[in-house]
């Protein structure tokens, strides 16, 4: 997943220009996605039965999701390189907002100050690519790995996501949704910086903002 100059640092960005400059409909990318999974994705989030707390986690879901990979590919959310996966779903214990974030991570300290385990082989970690202005981590290619062995360490964030300040969910599947989804994934792309920047910046070795 690339960064790009003016949004290096941040952990995830709405892509607009391309999403607009690349659209089928001469608009947006993302909004033929949505309509196109009206009936799917967005399926659930219409049900009479629930409550708006409910409805609106169910919604928020469903647009991160369209706007991601691998239903978006790129994505209208754009991650930072050392993104490997940020899903949000809707908790099936209280029907609250749950965040899951992967990021590529140094090895841990104890791994990297022992040779004992290495077993003489001579083991690598993420490789990168030069990318436009920087290096972005990618994954290893077959050739690579028959050259020598890759331990690549991540972590793994899990975290509650307030839905207080999305927008409120559709009242159907007919009400404005693609609007709404675009203001909900762009609130979303916020929250979820204002968790994973900081521990972003400290594996980049910048000061946490």
Known sequence: MNSHSDTSTAPFWVDGDYDRDYASDGVSRYGAYVRDRL?????????????????????AAAAWRTATGP???????????????????????DGSLIA?????????AELARSAGWRRGLSWRDWPT???????????PSERDVTESPFLQASLALTFPVPLDRMPSAPAGP???????????????????????RPVLDVLDGRRPR
């Open 174 to 196: 007919r009400r404005d949704v693609v609007g709404r989804a675009r203001q909900t994934v762009q609130v979303l792309a916020a929250e979820l910086n204002y968790i994973v």
């Open 39 to 59: 009936d799917t994705t967005f399926a659930e989030c219409w049900d009479d039965g629930d409550s708006p707390a409910f409805r609106l986690a169910e919604f």
């Open 129 to 139: 690519e030069l990318r436009g202005e920087g290096h972005d981590f990618v994954h």
């Open 100 to 108: 899951s974030v992967s990021l590529v991570a140094p090895w841990p």
């Open 71 to 93: 239903v978006m590919a790129p994505g209208y959310i754009r991650c930072h390189s050392r993104v490997l996966g940020a899903q949000v779903e809707r908790s099936t214990w």
